[in-house]
């Protein structure tokens, strides 16, 4: 299984971004998929993550609100729409899928991982 997340990019402080993640290979062995990021000089952290039917969208609190995680299955992508965006969401933000069905929210969860793209917000 291969994911290949793309949409990030430059933008202001209380602008958006939709990030897109399109797994290939067997993609049914991975139903849940999931959104983390890293900024310069601090760790991983789960951002955003959704079940095989949409039905568990779990959240972090920091993008609570703000961010909305959904997926089409009939296009095979996860997406990721970023609102009200600030300063301090700038990373790279990673997809990963988890060969079960229900979302997790910490890294060692997930069993695949994309190349990460870059969302810079500036101030």
């Known amino acids: 299984v291969q994911l290949q997340a793309s949409g990030g990019g430059l933008v202001q402080s209380g602008g958006s971004l939709r990030l897109s993640c399109a797994p290939s290979?067997?993609?049914?062995?991975?139903?849940?998929m999931g959104w983390f990021r890293q900024a310069p000089g601090k760790e991983r952290e789960f951002v955003a993550a959704?079940?095989?039917?949409?039905?568990?969208?779990p959240y972090a609190d920091s993008v609570k609100g703000r961010f909305t995680i959904s997926r089409d299955n009939a296009q095979n992508t996860v997406y990721l729409q970023m609102n009200s965006l600030k300063p301090e969401d700038t990373a790279v933000y990673y997809c990963?899928?988890?060969?079960?069905?229900?979302?997790?929210?910490?890294?060692?969860?997930?069993?695949?991982w994309g190349q990460g793209t870059l969302v810079t917000v500036s101030s």
């Open positions: 990963a899928g988890r060969r079960t069905i229900l979302p997790g929210t910490s890294i060692r969860e997930y069993d695949y």
């Open positions: 959704i079940s095989w039917s949409g039905g568990s969208t």
């Open positions: 290979g067997r993609t049914s062995s991975i139903p849940a």
